[in-house]
């Protein structure tokens, strides 16, 4: 009898659960084109993350052309 193989089953950072969070909230449209978001500090209050991790998530976001970043002037 052969033994069935199975795959190694990846971890998930908080980062990729951010950047998937607001990838979904893209897809299913529950965030609109040019709705600005809040500040680093205050989503990673609301996510129970840390500010870096907020911070890393949107710029790969930003890379994938998933957000845009406008500075405030």
């Known amino acids: 009898m052969a033994t069935m193989q199975f795959p190694k089953i990846g971890r998930s950072s908080v980062t990729e659960?951010?950047?998937?969070y607001f990838?979904?909230?893209i897809?299913?449209?529950k965030l609109k084109p040019g709705q600005q978001l809040p500040c680093e500090e205050n989503l990673a209050s609301q996510l129970g993350v840390?500010?870096?991790?907020v911070r890393e998530a949107l710029r790969v976001l930003v890379y994938l052309g998933f957000i845009e970043r406008r500075n405030k002037t």
């Open 27 to 29: 897809l299913s449209s």
């Open 23 to 25: 990838k979904d909230q």
């Open 50 to 53: 840390g500010r870096g991790t």
């Open 17 to 20: 659960q951010t950047i998937e």
